[in-house]
Nanobody
Framework: QAQPVESGGGLAQAGASLRLSCDAQGMILRNENMGWFRQVPGKQRELIATMTSRGTTTYVDSIKGRFTISRDNTKKTWYLQMNMLKPEDTAVYSC?????????????????WGQGTQVTVSS
């Protein structure tokens, strides 16, 4: 497996929930840190949430209290639970796994991108 596999995107109404998955079970990773990103057409891709190999999480302000990262510790699968969705959450969501560190402006080390999944929230 050369890249993580994402699933779970789709169409939702405002206020609804979706859960994204990022499956890297078949990958050998030097680091088990990961980040969730999203991109709106015409804008730069934005890091919205991270989880370190130790389970420490970070979130950007726009999703705090609504989105939650988790991991199935029996396998290399991460989730992004998205509650209280808003139309402004509409974007292509991508996971990146395996880098040494994720910051708002840079990914340090080698990380592997998932294929991306579209999330569309209607008002």
């Amino acid at each position: 497996q050369a890249q993580p596999v994402e699933s779970g995107g789709g169409l939702a109404q405002a206020g609804a929930s979706l859960r994204l998955s990022c499956d890297a079970q078949g990958m050998i990773l030097r680091n088990e840190n990961m980040g969730w990103f999203r991109q709106v057409p015409g804008k730069q891709r934005e890091l919205i949430a991270t989880m370190t190999s130790r389970g420490t999480t970070t979130y950007v302000d726009s999703i705090k209290g609504r989105f939650t990262i988790s991991r199935d510790n029996t396998k290399k699968t991460w989730y992004l639970q998205m509650n209280m969705l808003k139309p402004e959450d509409t974007a292509v969501y991508s996971c990146n796994v395996g880098a040494a560190e994720y910051t708002a402006t840079w990914i340090y080390g080698t990380g592997y991108w998932g294929q991306g999944t579209q999330v569309t929230v209607s008002s």
